[in-house]
Nanobody, 118 residues
Framework: QEQLVESGGGLAQPGGSLRLSCTASGFTGGISVLTMSWYRQAPGLKRELVATHTKFGHAVNYPRSVQGRFTISRDNANNTVYLQMNNLKPEDTAVYFC?????????WGQGIQVTVSL
């Protein structure tokens, strides 16, 4: 059974850093055949695409608000995708979700809380 498990969230101070990890299991071929993304959802807002790392090795950040601060990367050998978040701001507070796309199927992790506050 395909599964995505996020880790690394928690509380950070403004200007601090966190690294989120998403480990995939149960996927034939591992994450090398998956397009992996991170989304986030703040209270009362829609889920927002943050960054994508395609199976071809292209990394893209979507909101202008995270460009230059967030970096998505992957380790195919360990079936893990990362989101390095630097210079965190209170507006980055949200539940962050790992997402995988394989062919016509979409998979989600359970989400992990990131809170940026003094």
């Amino acid at each position: 059974q395909e599964q995505l498990v996020e880790s690394g969230g928690g509380l950070a101070q403004p200007g601090g850093s966190l690294r989120l990890s998403c480990t995939a299991s149960g996927f034939t071929g591992g994450i090398s055949v998956l397009t992996m993304s991170w989304y986030r959802q703040a209270p009362g807002l829609k889920r927002e695409l943050v960054a994508t790392h395609t199976k071809f090795g292209h990394a893209v950040n979507y909101p202008r608000s995270v460009q230059g601060r967030f970096t998505i990367s992957r380790d195919n050998a360990n079936n893990t995708v990362y989101l390095q978040m630097n210079n965190l701001k209170p507006e980055d507070t949200a539940v962050y979700f790992c997402n995988a796309i394989k062919d016509a199927s979409t998979y989600w992790g359970q989400g992990i809380q990131v809170t940026v506050s003094l």
